[in-house]
Structure formats: C-alpha cells, structure tokens
C-alpha cells in the first residue's frame, strides 16, 4: 500500500462576489479532485490548534502527523534543519530577515520593507558575511539563506522578549516592538553594530544608488530550540520523503525523517516544474511508502490578493500534480490511499492566514467506502461536516486515519 498526501498550501478560500459567491476553489475547473472526492471520503481538518497562529508551519506540522501542542517549537528552528544547520540543544535559532527600516523623529522605526527589497541572494551572501565577521561571536552566529531570509544561531542563554514577524508590519511602526531588543543592553549593541556594518555596506550604497531598498537593519523573530520529534519510521513504522520548494517544509520533513527531494526549477510559484514534481513523487513511490508533497502557489497568491492567478494555481495543482499522480499510480497497479487538502485558507480578501478547518479528501484505490457524491471544495465539507461530524479533530489523527493504524 502508497499513501500521499497532496498540499495545496493556502487553497482554502471565502466566496467571492466577483465569482457570484463561490470561492476559488469552487470556481476553479478540478477535473482530478472532484473525481477523487466524489468516490473517497470528504471531511474537515482541524489544523490550526487553539491558541496557535495560523502559519505554513504549524499548519504542515499538524498534516504531517504531529501535534503542534507537543512538536512546535517555531519556525527558525525547521528552517535552520532545511539549510543543514544542526543545532545543539543550548542553542537557539531566530529568523533573521534582512530589512529595510526607516528611523524616524522622536525614536520612531518604521518598517518600510520586511525583505529588503527582495534582495537577492547573491547580495545577502555578502552582508551576511560582513555581519558574521564584524558581530559573531562565540554567542552569536549568522547562517545566509535565500534572499532576506537568514538565520541567527544563539548559543546559551539569552534576554527573553516577545518577537513579531516584520511582514506584518509592513510599512508600519515598529517602535514598540524595536524597543523590546532595545532593552536589553545584549540585543541593542548587536542590532547597532548590525545597523552600522549594513550603513556603510557597498552593496546597500549601490542598492540605494539603483534606486532599491537597502537592506539597513536585521530583524529576528521565529525563535525557538531544535524539536525533539520521533521520526515517521519510528512512530507510524513507515519510509518517505518530501517534496516542496520551500525551506521551512524541506526542514519540517528532516525532522520527521522523511527524505528530501528537490526537484529542479521548483520556485513555489506560478511558473514552479509541476511535471517536474508529480514525476518525482511517482518516482520516490518505487521505494517508499508514503510522500509528502506541497505546492506553494495558492498561498502566495491568496497573499498577492490576486483572484485570476489564484484560481489557475488551484487549477495547475488539480491538472499538474494531482491528475498525473493519479493516473501513475493507477498505471503502476499499486494499491493506494491519497489524501489532497490545504494547510490552512488564505482568503484573498484577508491577504493572510486564517485557522479554520480545511476540506480534506480522502480517495482509497480500493474503493472500500461508496464516497460521498460531492466535489472537492469548502461548500461540500462542510456540508458532510454538518450531516455526519465526522471532522478530525487534528493532523495527528489524520495521519493515523490515511495509513489505518495507530502510532506506537
Ligand atoms: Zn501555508
């Protein structure tokens, strides 16, 4: 027996008047997941616990088969696993994004851009050399990722403070939330040799000369210890692996003991190798049991607010991943148990997360259950949800209802 699990990351929608009030996904033609749906099984997953944020993290956690109310620990740590940092356990990983900050009259900040301008790789590498070189210590060091995103790893103790992810304030003040490392004399002085190797920094002075923003602060948020997690052999006795383009899954399958695959030209966008992707999942099928596979489009233009683009991101996932592993898998003559959802709704008229439960299908090869009759989208879960409850309370039992068994 196969078991998959296919994400749309973000697919899940509020209906929209453009669209005589249906949601994307009802609008959107999905040949593959109405067919799978209306011979399996549709309900709703709870994958956002109480109290939890709705992020990508926490979210893909819970599909994954584990509780964030025992796992999470924050999202720096899954992304230092996906960029080969091993932490030990005295250790602590922030995210630290490369940003551009305005210092206003009266101490105000500002924070004009959380990603510098997108900045590009190539020039981050360099910066955060230079931030290595001038701020690293025995206590602090800095790892460059993709783009803004890079990670400070701390070692020991360190002043507590509650930290906020700089994209939501994007062109707002942060003062107050600037002040929180301010007080602490071990953040300020690190944040202000920061500032002042980026000031002076060419590639921020030719940034600003091109007319781009300069990358003049750092921002650290995301914090959190390595997690102690059981590997998916070791808790459900099977082999898999993970297939996204995105750094912060790649890190969530490591520390689930799932093999990672990257697959070439996958962007987590529109123009992503999707026949790239569903080939590889039939591939890494051969040898194991079970694949993890998520495609980040519909997310991103649920956060462009972009309904035409996010209606052909759902569309793409139906036609490009979904359809063709489904018909591989039937071609190879395996039995199989496919799940296709989302980790949480990013309704385009939020442009951000939202924490309700998300339409979940379940299609098994075998065609065990007569399957419910409706097509894949919000409207139809829910509708099966009021008839029958037979929602799942969290990823965990999900997982436990995709592969039939229990964890140990
Ligand atoms: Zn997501």
Not at 28 to 41: I, Q, V
Not at 185 to 213: C, F, S, V, Y
Not at 295 to 321: N, R, W, Y
Not at 353 to 359: D, G
């Amino acid at each position: 027996m196969k078991y998959l699990i296919l994400v749309g990351d973000g697919m899940g929608d509020l209906p929209v008047a453009e669209l005589n009030h249906r949601t994307p996904l009802e609008a959107a033609h999905t040949p593959f997941m109405d067919t799978l749906c209306r011979s399996g099984e549709l309900f709703l997953t709870q994958t956002i616990p109480e109290g939890f944020p709705p992020g990508s993290d926490v979210a893909n956690l819970s599909l994954l088969g584990y509780r964030p109310e025992d796992y999470y620990t924050g999202r720096a740590p899954l992304e230092a696993a996906a960029m080969n940092i091993s932490l030990t356990p005295d250790q602590t990983a922030f995210r630290c994004n490369l940003v551009t900050l305005a210092h206003e009259p009266n101490q105000q900040v500002r924070m004009i851009d959380y990603s510098a301008g997108h900045i590009s790789s190539e020039e981050s590498r360099q910066l955060i050399a230079a931030l290595e070189a001038g701020c690293g210590t025995e206590f602090f060091h800095f790892h460059p990722g993709v783009s803004y995103r890079h990670i400070l790893v701390v070692t020991g103790r360190y002043p507590q403070m509650e930290t906020v992810p700089p994209h939501d304030f994007t062109g707002q003040e942060v003062t107050e939330a600037w002040n929180r490392y301010r007080n602490h004399p071990q953040w300020a002085e690190l944040l202000e040799k920061a500032m002042n190797i980026l000031a002076d920094h060419p590639i921020n002075t030719a940034r600003m000369a091109a007319g781009k923003n300069p990358a003049n602060g750092i921002w650290l948020w995301g914090e959190g210890k390595l997690p102690q997690m059981p590997t998916m052999t070791e808790r459900f006795g099977i082999s898999g692996s993970l297939i996204s383009a995105v750094d912060l899954l790649k890190g969530l399958g490591v520390n689930a003991g799932l093999s990672i695959i990257n697959v070439p030209g996958a962007t987590g966008y529109l123009d992503t190798n999707y026949n790239g992707k569903a080939q590889a999942t039939l591939e890494s099928l051969r040898d194991n049991d079970f694949v993890f596979v998520h495609v980040e489009a519909p997310d991103e233009t649920g956060h462009q607010g972009l309904l035409k683009e996010k209606i052909q991101a759902i569309e793409d996932f139906d036609q490009k991943i979904v359809g063709p592993i489904f018909q591989g898998l039937q071609e190879s003559g395996e039995e199989f148990r496919l799940i296709a959802t989302m980790d949480h709704h990013t309704p385009l008229c939020l442009r951000t997360h939202t924490a309700s439960p998300v339409p979940t299908l379940l299609y098994d090869s075998r065609k065990t259950d007569k399957g419910c009759g409706l097509p894949f989208n919000e409207h139809s879960a829910k509708t099966v949800d009021e008839h029958l409850h037979n929602g799942m309370a969290n990823g965990e039992l999900l997982m436990e209802k995709l592969l039939q068994r229990k964890h140990e």
